[in-house]
């Protein structure tokens, strides 16, 4: 029987990749491990797997019964549905500890740090077993944007680290070239419906009781959603009503200004001005330097409810 690999719903490319690169790493050591994906995956990692020839993990959404190893998040609202009849092996992560608990003891790799990636790294090297190329490469660019090229806060020593000596691998010279060319095409947001941009990296919390969902879109120049603001908070409304959401925010996030417009819909529209001592004018803010969802706003919200 096969071990799945995952990472969170709606996944970004650390999930995909980590789910891949880790799921490489427990073959080596012996284990049957098969990489799965939990939801579609985004432009920027159909751009990923493109350039390196990576295989796209099969989608597979129910692991009832099943021995797992699951990368990126440690949240029941961001796992399988069953997952509780599943039996966790392991979690790779790098987010606050979530609230998924399990019936035997289990491998955990969770740090403070800018990408599960650099994490899943560091346990290649721990075990002394070598990187494939096209998967440093990949490690690579999920680290690259995980932290922004190494501008987000979460971004430390050990990713950038991790970095060098992936791009050695890989036989990257210019790797920050590499991230923008990434982010460009993270940017593209013509012809996406409302309902696209909004949930592209979407997550939502229990935070207290209240549902709170928090979605970002990263660009590189935030003229993009000039004409597209109205549409965001109209579908923002509907998921709001579907959702029976307390709070739902969107980070549109400048990479080269570092910073990020807010844009709210809220049941108390001052717990989201205290979180973040802002005033909201209508219903956006610009909030200065913020780059990270995890770091600089959720435990902000959190502290809120
Ligand atoms: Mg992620
Ligand atoms: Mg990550
Ligand atoms: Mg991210």
């Known amino acids: ?39 579609n995956i985004s432009a920027e990692t159909e751009f990923i797997l493109n350039k390196f020839g990576g295989k796209l993990p099969e989608l597979k959404t129910s692991y009832a019964g099943e021995n797992v190893y699951i990368v990126d998040f440690s949240d029941l609202a961001q796992a399988p549905k069953d997952i509780m009849e599943a039996t966790i092996l392991g979690i790779y992560d790098h987010h606050k500890l979530g609230d998924l608990t399990t019936s035997t003891p289990l491998e955990c790799w969770i740090r403070p740090i800018g990408c599960s990636n650099t994490i899943i790294k560091e346990a290649y090297d721990y075990h002394g077993i070598e990187i494939p190329k096209d998967i440093a490469g990949m490690m690579l660019c999920a680290i690259l944007s995980d932290t922004v090229i190494f501008k987000s806060p979460t971004c430390t020593k050990i ?18 070239a590499l991230g923008m060319e990434m982010f460009i ?30 979605g970002q879109l990263e660009v590189v120049d935030l003229s993009v959603f000039d004409d597209k603001k109205d549409m965001l908070f109209e579908d923002m409304k509907k998921m709001k009503e579907t959702e029976q959401l307390h709070s739902i925010l969107i980070l549109l996030t400048d990479i080269m200004k570092e910073g990020s417009q807010l844009l709210v819909l809220s049941d108390d529209a001052s717990k989201i001005e205290k979180a973040f001592d802002v005033q909201l004018e209508d219903s956006q803010a610009w909030l200065d330097g913020v780059l990270s969802r995890k770091k600089q706003v959720i435990p902000f919200l959190q502290s809120q409810f």
């Open 1 to 39: 029987m096969s071990t799945y690999v995952f990472g969170h719903t709606n996944p970004d490319s650390d999930s995909i990749i980590g789910a891949i690169s880790l799921a490489y790493l427990k073959n080596q050591l012996g284990e049957d491990c098969v990489a799965t994906r939990q939801g």
């Open 185 to 214: 095409v993270k940017s593209a947001v013509d012809g996406a419906s409302a309902r696209e941009l909004n949930t592209r990296d979407y997550k939502e919390f229990d935070m207290n009781g209240a549902k709170v969902g928090v």
């Open 159 to 176: 990713d950038t680290k991790a970095c060098k000596e992936l791009a050695a691998i890989a036989g990257i010279e210019d790797y920050k």
